[in-house]
T-cell receptor, first 114, second 110 residues
Framework: GAGVSQSPSNKVTEKGKDVELRCDPI?????LYWYRQSLGQGLEFLIY????????KSGLPSDRFSAERTGGSVSTLTIQRTQQEDSAVYLC????????????FGPGTRLTVL | DAKTTQPPSMDCAEGRAANLPCNHS???????VYWYRQIHSQGPQYIIH???NNETNEMASLIITEDRKSSTLILPHATLRDTAVYYC???????????FGAGTQVVVTP
């Protein structure tokens, strides 16, 4: 079946502009995660949604970052007033409500802030 | 979640088995061992996970020691496409973030 999809695959923006990154999880998956990976760095957790529960926002680096998940499916990560240090690959993962929390990742969105 | 220790790099000859070790000496009873890999410029790919018993799937085998303080991921016949960073992650049996370490850079050579 279809995996996790993310769009756009690449985004180049100017410092100070807002960007929106989209994630379509695997159908039926109730948990959705956002991570980011800066050049040469490890994967860093950002935010997590599970069903109708309040999201775990503990990994968001600043209040310029926010995320929504509408209808329990698609999620949008928004970065306001982008800075050069926001340049990274943003990865989305989802997991099924059944069994263990095995997370399946999308291909990522490469964000470059000039 | 418990911390893991992996060697930073490993070379493997194509066609041979690759044995990737991971230490997780502080693992708790409800924590699973997960393995992911990340091929250059791609998202992480789930490989396998286990709790106590050894596991095998179409990609790999996972051997967990009886005391669960270490494990080994086995790629039975490594190919060039298996060149990637391999991450061993210990995670509780509940929904929540994966904590990625530095992983092991595996290079498969012809």
């Amino acid at each position: 079946g279809a995996g996790v999809s993310q769009s756009p695959s690449n985004k180049v923006t100017e410092k100070g502009k807002d960007v929106e990154l989209r994630c379509d999880p695997i159908s039926g998956h109730t948990a959705l995660y956002w991570y980011r990976q800066s050049l040469g760095q490890g994967l860093e957790f950002l935010i997590y949604f599970q069903g109708n529960s309040a999201p775990d926002k503990s990994g968001l680096p600043s209040d310029r970052f926010s995320a929504e998940r509408t209808g329990g499916s698609v999620s949008t990560l928004t970065i306001q007033r982008t800075q050069q240090e926001d340049s990274a690959v943003y990865l989305c993962a989802s997991s099924s409500p059944y069994g263990t929390d095995t997370q399946y990742f999308g291909p990522g969105t490469r964000l470059t802030v000039l | 979640d418990a911390k893991t220790t992996q060697p930073p790099s490993m070379d493997c000859a194509e066609g041979r088995a690759a044995n990737l070790p991971c230490n997780h000496s502080t693992i708790s009873g409800n924590e699973y061992v997960y393995w992911y890999r990340q091929i250059h410029s791609q998202g992480p790919q789930y490989i396998i996970h286990g709790l106590k018993n050894n596991e095998t799937n179409e990609m790999a085998s996972l051997i967990i020691t009886e005391d669960r303080k270490s494990s080994t991921l086995i790629l039975p016949h490594a190919t060039l496409r298996d060149t990637a960073v391999y991450y061993c992650i210990v995670k509780a049996d509940s929904w929540g973030k994966l904590q990625f370490g530095a992983g092991t850079q595996v290079v498969v050579t012809p």
